[in-house]
């Protein structure tokens, strides 16, 4: 029967039908028989569904928390939302899954979800990195860099970022860090960059050793490490100056962007960067660490309306916020999420200044994550064994 259905359409009209199913109905298709099997598995269905007319409304929620269990143990989960009414309903798409794989001490509040990349996400703690899709829920323990730091020093993991090379068709992730004299043996004021480079093609890590300019020093924010046109992009700082830092992952050239006037380190802010009406966007809050000091008390957002231009940023929004850890994501152009200093998760409307807080999503402080996706069937590239989840909360 269903082999009959198939002959009775063009291959291309069948791929269009198929491109409106959701994906949990496309992999039971797979099962019913061969010819339906080798249609949806095959790289030009997935291309094409990859590139399917979308909206915001098919966007969906990968909501990353830790729990605390014990003196420095803890419990990673991610959770798998959508929306109703532009509200994130407490009903899953799927059971909560158990981070693979990460750190399960406190350092969990580091934990980076990458991308996504064609669906893709990349989860990481700097030393461990998980290649996921959210959508199938496959995933596999990638490769580790096999670099010994020498005696007498030490490696500090400055930031991490995930990207697809067009032109090789290759996905990559680069892995910025300092090689830092360790004293009393050596001169603690020797620095050295390091950058490497792993893609899924050769399933491997390489240097790379075309960094002849000096690097400015890159800082953590839960809100960093945005991949965006080609390139993944950070927070740094040169002296006093700060900048966007950003990595061709294609050319793996670095170059910088400077902030705002008044975006320095005098300003007593911290920095995020997302993406609001498809602009690179920079969100200036009070940093959670310090007192606020008067006239610094609120939250800005600015829009970058020519890409890799300087002086073209473009104030959009100000506003003060409750006392707040960190922004994390702006959703559907106009919905700022962000984490509070107790660990809940709060929705902003940029439009209304409206603040909505999710007691049921809440965690362990600054170990809140989000990363928005679509549905995808990107496979995960099988050079090392396919993973398949294996725990739920």
Partial sequence: MADEIMKMYPEDVMMYILTRIQVKSLLRLKCVSKTWFALINSSTFIHFHLNR???????????????????????????????????????????????????????????????????????TDSGFMVLFNPTTRNYRLLEEDTYICPFGFYQD????????????????????????????????????????????????????????????KMHWYACSELYYKGAVHWIASDDAIFVVLCFDVCTEIFRSILMPDGCDYFDSKCYGIVILHDFLTLVCYPDPGNDIRPGKESTDVWLLKEYGINKTWVKKFSFTAHPIESPIIIWRDHVLFLQTQSGVLLSGDLHTQQVKEYNHLQGFPRSLRIAIYKESLTPIPKRSQLCQPTSNV
């Fill in 53 to 123: 007319t979308t909206t915001t409304k098919d966007e969906l929620i990968l909501f990353k928390r830790s729990f605390r269990e014990g003196p420095d143990e803890y419990r990673s989960i991610m959770s798998f939302l959508f929306d109703v009414d532009e509200q994130i309903d407490h009903k899953a798409i799927f059971p909560d899954l158990v981070v693979p794989y990460l750190t399960t001490t406190s350092s969990c509040m580091f934990h980076r979800l990458l991308g996504p990349c064609n669906g893709l996400i990349v989860l």
């Fill in 157 to 216: 993991n400055s930031g991490v970022g995930f990207g697809f090379d067009w032109i090789l068709n290759n996905y990559k992730i680069v892995s910025v860090s300092e090689i830092i004299g360790d004293p009393p043996f050596y001169d603690f004021h020797f620095r050295k960059w390091k950058v490497d480079v792993y893609d899924l093609i050769s399933d491997s890590w390489r240097d790379v050793n075309n960094i002849n300019q000096q690097m400015p």
